[in-house]
């Protein structure tokens, strides 16, 4: 069992950069891969990034390759996601999620297969 809060949503303009937050709590952090999924209106969440039980494992849609960057401090119990060269595009409800593993796996792409979620954070990229 896990909650997570998500943080460090902000307005930015075109080509800014924001740092997003993930802090967890609960037992065992390090026994959970996490996530990050958006939202705008009127799309379905689509995947964003996400990591491993073990740091080594890392992942991003092609829209965000390149520019993102997502990192986990298991001693914090914290996910990060760090977003540069952002553009309007990425304007949308971030979330985190998590999903418990007993072996390192690669984390999945499907909203659906994460059963704890955060309560989102507003991204706002002006041109």
């Known amino acids: 069992q896990v909650q997570l809060v998500e943080s460090g949503g902000s307005s930015v303009q075109a080509g800014g950069s924001l740092r997003l937050s993930c802090a967890a709590s609960?037992?065992?952090?390090?026994?959970?891969?996490v996530a990050w999924f958006r939202q705008a209106p009127g799309k379905e969440r689509e995947f964003v990034s996400a990591?491993?039980?073990?740091?080594?494992?890392?992942y991003y849609a092609d829209s965000v390759k390149g520019r993102f960057t997502i990192s986990r401090d298991n001693a914090k119990k914290s996910v990060y996601l760090q977003m540069n060269s952002l553009n309007p595009e990425d304007t949308a409800i971030y979330y985190c999620?998590?999903?418990?593993?007993?072996?390192?796996?690669?984390?999945?792409?499907?909203?659906?297969?994460?059963?704890?979620w955060g309560q989102g954070t507003q991204v706002t990229v002006s041109s």
């Open positions: 999620a998590a999903l418990s593993v007993i072996l390192t796996v690669t984390p999945p792409r499907d909203p659906h297969g994460y059963p704890y």
């Open positions: 609960g037992r065992s952090f390090d026994r959970y891969a």
């Open positions: 990591i491993s039980r073990v740091s080594s494992g890392t």
